[in-house]
């Protein structure tokens, strides 16, 4: 069964401009897809819902997570301290497909495959863990990440990563643009792409990847009630292949996603 | 121990609602409860009923994103009813949700009298225990709160759909009204089984960083912790002006909540956005009740009722 449980800080601490790397413990968690998110649930019950987050990386009995202050939730989240303890969910939403079949195709075998993932801002976090797995699959990853002009996690994703292109939208440092501008200049290719960030970024890739006819994975985001699949308040349009044919059909980005296939999503909104 | 096994032994939550057997009087709140994902986080033949989302009589898309927004002591939801129509609740729902033995209440959806009634007879011919009539949504611009503001358009739906259903009709009324119990008793008056109420409060968030509303339907339905006053207000008046039983919703996040809305003059709750915070909260809601009991030595539903000083 799905759980929320109590977890262990065993620490919060800012690694870019108001950006923090929680990590929390818990014996209960269970295992964790790459891709995946947690809710975290604050002290402050005047903040109802809970945050879903996204999983950069994890381990037997813990996960990171990597977020940036962007309202009230988030700041008191920065807040809280090492040792103290905190409600957070187990894994939540499907992850990236990366094991098994999808799209009718056999895509759990990796070796010799080069894949990129790409990250952008706050999309980032999820590559790491995403990056570890396909290296265990036996994927050369490259990864390529944009950033606005602080980049973070480079040395996380160097431990999986042949190669790790970084670019920054003001150019303060890397390539100058955004990251898929950065994959079409710096020609990094690869089999299959997958990513997180901005959606007008995922739609770039997306874009880029149907001119190649090859496959890309994004995750998608969109404000979300419970996290779980009962309030369906975060949906997304997606193609479907039904037997009368391509339809489209509204999609919970927490339950059915927040991965998708580039080519499936319906961008145009 | 012992002692504890032996006073749980004691109690007794069960409820008859409308001629329905309830185990307790803990249900979800349409909307809010997905057989399948809910289930994934705790046992819900548990519960005294379940409360489906609002089923049509053809697949609806809902409104646009964002749908959802977080507000001071609640929430605001713009959905609208997202559903996949009756005919693919009955085949991939409701078959779940009937191997669970937990009684299914159906929250029935319209635009129309017409799509109503459509409804209601499909389900009729189905093992849903219950239908619960949603005439009080503010996310659907047709039907929806239309009917459920005006008495007469209230107790025409009633009546119509009394005559297709071969189960009992709950109708679930709106909070955006002047006069609660006149809306109560000109759907008692029309047959109906059982009143819910209440459902959401119509409300709206502005962004004012981005100086745009932060739904895209511009308003939404406003629940939560927040609205609980006003919905045992409206469970005590809508008690002393009709003789149906009565599901009491609005903001129930605990026991004591639950307890206090019985008190009001419910007869069986709904626990709804406190399920979106916590996935397990329609048990855990159940387990404090039972402490509540104990702890004030109550045995029996009906003594929580009584006990109540007016």
Redo the contacts between chains.
């Keep these: 069964?799905?759980?929320?449980v109590w977890g262990n800080i065993l620490c919060n601490d800012p690694i870019a401009k108001d950006v923090y790397k929680m990590q929390i413990q818990s014996s209960e968690m269970g295992p964790v897809k790459a891709g995946q998110f947690v809710n975290i649930?604050l002290e402050d019950k005047?903040?109802?819902?809970?945050r879903p987050l996204s999983i950069c990386d994890a381990e037997e009995d813990s996960i990171t997570i990597v977020y940036r202050i962007a309202g009230k939730g988030t700041r008191e989240l920065s807040a809280y301290q090492a040792m103290n303890q905190i409600r957070v969910?187990t894994p939540l939403g499907n992850g990236y497909f990366i094991e098994g079949t999808a799209l009718g195709g056999q895509i759990d075998d990796y070796s010799g495959k080069t894949v990129v993932v790409a990250g952008g801002g706050i999309g980032v976090p999820p590559m790491v863990l995403l990056a570890r797995r396909l290296k265990e699959k036996g994927a050369e990853v490259l990864a390529a990440v944009g950033f606005q002009e602080e980049p973070f996690l480079i040395e996380e994703l160097k431990q999986y990563c042949r190669e790790v292109h970084v670019a920054t939208d003001r150019g303060t440092c890397g390539f100058h643009g955004n990251a898929v501008q950065m994959i079409k200049e710096k020609r990094i290719d690869a089999d299959e792409y997958f990513s997180c960030g901005p959606k007008v970024m995922l739609k770039a890739l997306s874009d880029f990847c149907t001119e190649k006819r090859i496959h890309c994975q994004v995750s998608l985001e969109?404000?979300?009630?419970?996290g779980?699949?009962?309030?369906?308040?975060?949906?997304?349009k997606i193609k479907v292949k039904t037997n009368q044919g391509m339809e489209i059909q509204?999609k919970g980005v927490c339950?059915h996603g927040p991965v998708f296939f580039g080519e499936e999503v319906v961008w145009d909104? | 121990m012992n002692n504890l096994k032996e006073m749980e032994r004691e109690l007794d939550l069960s409820v008859d609602f409308a001629g329905v057997l309830l185990k307790n009087p803990i249900t979800t709140a349409s909307g809010t409860f997905s057989a399948r994902e809910s289930g994934e986080f705790y046992d819900i033949s548990e519960l005294g009923a379940v409360i489906t989302k609002g089923v049509a009589s053809e697949p609806w898309s809902g409104n646009p994103t964002p749908r959802i927004a977080e507000v001071y002591g609640g929430m605001l939801n713009a959905v609208g009813l997202q559903n996949p129509g009756v005919e693919a609740f009955i085949k991939e729902e409701l078959p779940y949700l009937k191997q669970t033995g937990t009684p299914v209440i159906a929250n029935v959806a319209g635009r129309t009298v017409e799509e109503y009634c459509s409804v209601a007879e499909r389900l009729s011919e189905t093992e849903v225990a219950m239908m619960e009539i949603n005439i009080s949504c503010p996310n659907v611009k047709e039907g929806g709160i239309g009917f459920g503001t005006d008495p007469k358009m209230a107790a025409a739906v009633t009546k119509a759909v009394k005559k297709v259903s071969r189960k009992p009709v709950i109708i679930k009324l709106t909070p955006n009204v002047t006069d609660i119990a006149e809306i109560a008793r000109a759907v008692e008056a029309e047959g109906a089984d059982g009143i819910s109420l209440i459902n959401t409060l119509l409300g709206m968030k502005i962004d004012v960083q981005r100086k745009k509303p932060v739904l895209a339907n511009i308003m939404g339905g406003f629940s939560g912790p927040a609205v609980k006053p006003v919905a045992v207000r409206m469970v005590y008046q809508v008690r002393r002006a009709v003789q149906v039983p009565i599901i009491g919703l609005g903001g129930i996040m605990t026991g004591e909540d639950a307890a206090e809305f019985i008190m009001a003059g419910a007869d069986a709750v709904s626990v709804g956005t406190a399920a979106l915070v916590n996935p397990t909260a329609p048990v855990d809601i159940l387990r404090e009740l039972k402490q509540y009991m104990r702890e004030q030595g109550f045995k029996t539903i009906g003594e929580i009722h009584e006990a109540f000083m007016k």
């Excluded at chain 1, 069964?1 to 929320?4: A, E, I, L, N, Y």
């Excluded at chain 1, 005047?46 to 809970?50: E, G, I, Q």
């Design positions: 069964m799905k759980k929320v649930y005047s903040m109802l819902l809970p969910s969109e404000r979300m009630g419970c779980y699949g009962a309030c369906v308040g975060c949906t997304c509204q339950k909104e």
